[in-house]
């Protein structure tokens, strides 16, 4: 008899995450799967590099050596059953590690593996073909390192149908773990879209670990021994809804307000969250507290997939490195843009005798002088800075000198320079990502348990209609108060979290209470929220609403330097960009804040 309720844990949030999760969650006896999430754009090059060195390598060796060491003898007695994408570029050399492993501690696992990720066969023929970056249009690079498909749920269902106890995958999108467990479970036919969606939103919420149950909260001084942070788990029901909640006596926060930040993370549209199986449209989420640690999320809508996969490709370009030097004593922060300045004025010049040529690019912050606040902020003298110094050259050696000429600003110019230590600053391979859209035709997804036949995955079926989006643009001034205002930050009315696809920066913005909705629709729009950040954001701001839980989200191009690999910037992922908007000034009705603070 089929289970009413299946209770997925999710244990990693990425490569390097803590092994608490994993433990945290077997030894809490309330999940019936283990999920992890190991694969990032980088992670995926780094894989590839590590495979190009060694043939058994290219996986995140982590799963196999730390998380499944601890956890597998547990998991295998209480019926756990595992998920993981830890395959990385080479998913059966990874089983075989994790075969050899269960060998080892005398556990019986059947192990299957997923593939067929791969594109970079195909990439000549679609060069040919004029396929090209899904956001520029340009051709795609000729010497890619890799090219990986994001696969959906269906071929993780599929060995779990064949029996499988673990299975591995290369890439596939982040909730696909959490979707596959919940299609063998309850069985649903791949048209039942509000389910899809519902248990892929489930699969966000758990996707990056402690996220989902109160990291990075904007209230971070009420969520409660951090050493201990709860690791996410989702009861998740026949009908696509689910709870959020964490083992007992574990750290973290679960509300409406911390799963509504996660929900946020990353999302673009809301109303067309695109994902290999369905799209989801989180327009009209419900949260609501259920318990103590406990969220009902109900209301998610789904349609039908697109006919397309979407692919992301790495590809060296150049090299960079990152310097840092600390300088203490009056005029820090002066000293050290000084000290950047005088580096790269010297290392040109050096350059320029050795027939070199420039830098591709350079990148000078200030650390803790609230550079990334532009002007909004004031910024008392600092007595202790930071200097961050990033550049980019197409030749290896250009980035050595720099390398050497850091140190010597230690005994060459400003008082009180410290903190070089770690030795040079390394010079590495600029890894840059591109993405473009695949038929799903072209690739041949296969599964198979260790040792047996592979089979054929089946393609999810989907369509290329026009979808309606949840931009909202208009203005709702008229619904406020004009009577007395005050100025308060944004941080006052609302909650925030940022994120990064590429050079896109999405913050989504989340209302402390309904009643604050109005004010935020009429201040906080795409012209004010551009202005706010034109020091960082260089393109276009779209606002979308999401009126389910009273929030906003802002989708904002070229705001990132490039992006994750190919930023210069300290914060190239943008995990800064809510904290920025959070203080941004609003003029509000001063009888709503009256009581603020009073019994």
């Known amino acids: 008899m089929k289970k009413q309720m299946i209770a997925i844990g999710g244990a990693s949030g990425f490569w390097g995450d803590s092994v608490t999760g994993a433990t945290q969650l077997v030894a809490s006896g309330k999940i019936d799967y283990l999920v992890f999430d190991y694969l990032a754009e980088l992670t995926m090059s780094l894989l590839a590099s590590a495979k190009m060195k060694n043939p058994e390598m290219g996986y995140a060796t982590d799963f196999v050596a730390i998380a499944m060491k601890a956890v597998l003898k547990d998991a295998k007695a209480s019926g756990i059953r595992v998920i993981a994408n830890a395959g990385g570029v080479n998913p059966r050399a990874c089983a075989h590690a994790l075969q050899a492993l269960a060998d080892e501690l005398g556990v019986a696992i059947k192990i299957a593996v997923v593939e067929g990720d791969d594109v970079l066969p195909l990439l000549p023929a679609l060069r040919a073909e004029g396929i090209g970056d899904m956001q520029t249009g340009k051709a795609l690079p000729e010497k890619v390192l890799t090219a990986n498909a994001y696969l959906g749920a269906l071929p993780i269902k599929l060995a779990l149908d064949a029996g499988a106890d673990v299975v591995i995958t290369g890439r596939c999108v982040d909730s696909a773990v959490t979707l596959g467990a919940l299609l063998h479970e309850f069985n649903w ?22 996220q989902g149950v109160g990291g990075l909260h904007t209230d971070w001084e009420a969520v409660p021994d951090w050493a201990h942070s709860g690791y996410p788990i989702v009861e998740c029901h026949q009908d696509g809804s689910f709870i959020v909640t ?36 989180f327009t009209q989420v419900r949260l609501t507290q259920a318990g103590e640690h406990r969220v009902r999320v109900e209301g998610v809508q789904g349609l039908a997939p697109t006919s397309t996969y ?57 650390l803790g002088s609230a550079w990334a606040y532009g002007e909004h902020i004031a910024r008392p003298p600092l007595f202790e800075a930071v200097m961050w110094l990033a550049v980019s050259h197409t030749h290896k050696q250009a980035l050595e000198i720099f390398s050497r000429e850091i140190a010597p600003a230690g005994t060459s110019w400003s008082p009180g320079t410290t903190g070089a230590g770690g030795g040079r600053p390394s010079v590495s391979p600029a890894i840059k990502q591109v993405a473009f859209l695949l038929n799903k035709q072209r690739l041949q997804v296969t599964v198979s348990l260790l040792g047996g036949a592979a089979i054929a995955a089946p393609i999810p079926t989907g369509s290329d209609l026009t979808l309606p989006s949840a931009i909202i643009t208009e203005d709702d001034s008229s619904n406020v108060s004009q009577g007395d205002l005050i ?10 979290r940022s994120g990064d696809k590429g050079d896109i ?27 706010y950040l034109e020091h960082l ?4 701001v779209t606002r979308y609403a999401l009126p389910g839980i009273h929030a906003f989200n802002f989708v904002c191009e070229q705001a990132l330097g490039g992006g994750g690999m190919a930023s210069l910037r300290h914060d190239p992922l943008g995990k800064g960009m809510a904290q920025i908007l959070l203080a941004m000034p609003l003029r509000v009705p001063a009888e709503l804040f009256a009581n603020e603070g009073k019994p």
């Open 189 to 210: 036919s791949m048209d039942e879209y509000d389910r899809l969606a519902g248990a892929s939103l489930a699969g966000h919420i758990i996707e990056c670990g402690c």
């Open 246 to 281: 964490k083992p007992q006596g574990t750290g973290g926060l679960v509300t409406p307000a911390t799963v509504g930040e996660q929900l946020l993370y990353e999302i673009g549209d809301p109303a067309r969250y695109i994902l290999p199986d369905v799209i989801g449209d």
């Open 310 to 366: 979407k692919v992301s490709a790495t590809y060296a370009d150049g090299f960079r490195s990152a310097a840092q030097l600390t300088v203490v004593g009056f005029d820090a922060e002066r000293k050290v843009r000084r000290t950047a300045e005088s580096i790269l004025e010297r290392t040109r010049e050096i350059f320029m005798r050795l027939g070199l040529p420039d830098y591709s690019a350079t990148q000078i912050e200030v």
């Open 487 to 496: 100025t308060i930050p944004l941080i006052r009315l609302a909650y925030a």
């Open 505 to 531: 920066s999405n913050i989504g913005v989340m209302a402390r209470q309904p009643e604050y909705l109005p004010l935020l629709r009429a201040q906080l729009t795409e012209a004010s929220v551009a202005a």
């Open 537 to 540: 954001v260089k393109g276009k």
